[in-house]
């Protein structure tokens, strides 16, 4: 089991900015990547970034150059930096962290972008 849990949700202006946080712990297998998705309302939940054991990071073409996914492994966490953020950003976020056991998701943290 992996437990996951997202913060740093909320309301922001267009053109702001708001750093997501994903916190892990009890996982008896090691995490081979952590990967941010969002749902909007209607729409299927969709990847928005992912990084890999080692670092490698890969993007939706949608928030290339805007959004930045980084780990801090001392303290198992981590962050989306969401800047320059659009109304259509607006969405309930996810972590979801991948091991040889299986995907585990956490419950999700809102963000809206108001216009």
């Known amino acids: 089991q992996v437990q996951l849990v997202e913060s740093g949700g909320g309301l922001v202006q267009a053109g702001g900015s708001l750093r997501l946080s994903c916190a892990a712990s009890?996982?008896?297998?090691?995490?081979?990547?952590v990967g941010w998705y969002r749902q909007a309302p209607g729409n299927e939940r969709e990847l928005v970034a992912r990084?890999?054991?080692?670092?490698?990071?890969n993007y939706a073409d949608s928030v290339k150059g805007r959004f930045t996914i980084s780990s801090d492994n001392a303290k198992n966490t981590v962050y989306l930096q969401m800047n320059s953020l659009k109304s259509e950003a607006t969405a309930v976020y996810y972590c979801k962290a991948d091991t040889i056991n299986g995907g585990y998701w956490g419950q999700g943290t809102q963000v809206t972008v108001s216009s």
């Open positions: 009890g996982s008896r297998f090691r995490i081979n990547a």
């Open positions: 990084i890999i054991r080692g670092g490698s990071t």
